[in-house]
């Protein structure tokens, strides 16, 4: 059974300094996804550090949390059926050169770091990555 599910999307601060706010926002849409919260924002290191908190042992953690903070994202809730699957097949891989063309990171992204979106991995991570940047009892129902 398909199960109605809400996920937390970022657009990175390299999709925002190229312009590609508008051409993620229209795939969202066109996938009949429903954008249930939007903000422009920069991200503090506690916020970043929150994120990233499963790659804090990682060699990469520290250029990951760095390049989080370097310019404003936008940060959303969609609302979808399968909406995990459903985004992270939109997504595409995590390494931008495996990543599908028609994928935003196959068409956008440039490198591993700078990949231009991220997106929740499970319904947990959603539920936990969401309350790090929105108060869900103050969504629109
Ligand atoms: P994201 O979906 O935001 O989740 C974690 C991020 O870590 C991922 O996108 C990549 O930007 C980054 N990442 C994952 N693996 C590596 C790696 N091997 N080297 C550098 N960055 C990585």
Do not use: C, W
């Not at 657009?11 to 590609?20: A, Q, T």
């Not at 924002?41 to 390049?67: C, I, N, P």
């Not at 909406?83 to 097949?89: G, N, T």
């Amino acid at each position: 059974m398909e199960e109605v599910g809400r996920t937390l999307m970022l657009i990175k601060p390299d999709g925002v300094k190229r312009g590609l706010i508008g051409k993620i926002i229209q795939r969202i849409e066109q996938k009949g996804l429903k954008i249930i919260e939007i903000k422009v924002m920069s991200v503090d290191e506690r916020t970043a550090g929150r994120l990233y908190a499963e790659h804090v042992h990682k060699q990469f953690f520290s250029s990951l949390v760095e390049y989080i903070m370097s310019g404003p994202v936008v940060a959303m809730v969609l609302e979808g059926k399968n909406v995990i699957s459903v985004v992270r097949d939109m997504v595409g891989a995590t390494d931008p050169s495996k990543a599908i063309k028609g994928t935003i990171r196959g068409d956008f992204a440039s490198s591993l770091t700078q990949n231009t979106v991220h997106a929740s991995d499970s319904l947990q991570s959603a539920k936990r990555e969401i309350s790090i940047f929105f108060d869900e009892s103050k969504f629109i129902e």
